[in-house]
C-alpha cells in the first residue's frame, strides 16, 4: 500500500513538473483517497484512482 502511495506521488510530481515546464500552475491534492492535478482554475488535469 505504501509503496503504491509512493509511485503515485511519483507521477504527480512528474506531471507537475511537465506543467510548470509549459509556463502552467497546478496543484495536486490527495481528496477521497485519490490524488488529484488541478489547474489553477479549479479543472481536473488528472486523476489517479482509488489508493
Do not use: H, T
Request: charged share 40%; with cysteine; net charge positive.
Amino acid at each position: 500500500m505504501e509503496n503504491r502511495i509512493e509511485e503515485l506521488e511519483r507521477k504527480v510530481v512528474g506531471l507537475e513538473k511537465q506543467l510548470v515546464e509549459k509556463n502552467k500552475s497546478a496543484s495536486c491534492i490527495i481528496e477521497n483517497d485519490m490524488a488529484i492535478l488541478r489547474k489553477c482554475d479549479g479543472r481536473i488535469i488528472f486523476r489517479l484512482g482509488k489508493i
